[in-house]
């Protein structure tokens, strides 16, 4: 199968480099390039291609955009990113635009060849330092989110249940908690007439339900 590509980049030296190294590559056929992302749609509505090999900074029409109005009138073309850059907003841009691939121009011959193939058949490549962004990305925890008793306890008054749950004596809670009994006896009034506790039994059952002690 031969790939029809469409190389879209505004400088014409980096534009004609790639034509012609993908003119090398037996399986690979150039339709046409453009300098800016309009270009790049007028000739894709004219002569039509499998991908387009998309830079991302151009005039007129840069290559988030282009790539995006791609995705959304022909479907069936498949967009894979070229580009200088490997920031965190370009990578996140092109991908929402609807890009497949991302590569840098640091990708030898070889590379591009099998990202272009990769494409065509509807998988995603990606450079090195993009997949460690993406990653990185990823697994990037955000700051965790206070947690709500549930059943309308307090946090005090949950806290009291786990105590209970552990087997823990009224005397022991307060000295974990540096409360006194008499503030512990309330809590305990309090959180068993909101679960619906009658003893202690009840409430460590409750409590291991509702998660606030680990089994």
Do not use: C, W
Not at 40 to 60: F, K, S, T, Y
Not at 90 to 96: E, G, H, P, Q, W
Not at 106 to 126: D, H, K, V
Request: aromatic share 4%.
């Amino acid at each position: 199968m031969t790939i029809r590509v469409l190389v879209a980049d505004d400088q014409q030296i980096m534009r004609e480099g790639l034509v012609a190294l993908l003119g090398l590559v037996e399986d690979i056929e150039v339709v046409g390039d453009a300098g800016d992302g309009e270009q790049a749609l007028a000739l894709l509505a004219e002569r039509g291609a499998d991908i387009v090999l998309m830079d991302l900074r151009m005039p007129v029409l840069d290559g988030i955009e282009a790539t995006r109005l791609i995705t959304e009138r022909f479907p069936g073309v498949a967009v894979l990113v070229l580009t200088t850059y490997a920031d965190d907003d370009s990578i996140a841009d092109a991908l929402r635009a609807g890009a497949r691939g991302y590569l840098t121009k640091e990708a030898g011959r070889a590379e591009i060849a099998a990202a272009l193939r990769a494409a065509a058949t509807g998988q995603s490549t990606f450079a090195p330092e993009v997949s460690q962004r993406l990653v990185a990305a990823l697994t990037r925890q955000e700051p965790a989110k206070p947690h709500r008793p549930p059943d309308g306890l307090t946090a005090r008054e949950a806290e009291v249940l786990t105590l209970i749950a552990q087997g823990r004596s009224n005397p022991q809670i307060a000295s974990a908690l540096f409360i006194s009994e008499a503030t512990v006896k309330t809590h305990i009034n309090n959180a068993f007439a909101k679960i619906g506790a009658r003893n202690r039994a009840d409430a460590t059952r409750y409590a291991y339900r509702a998660g606030l002690a680990a089994p």
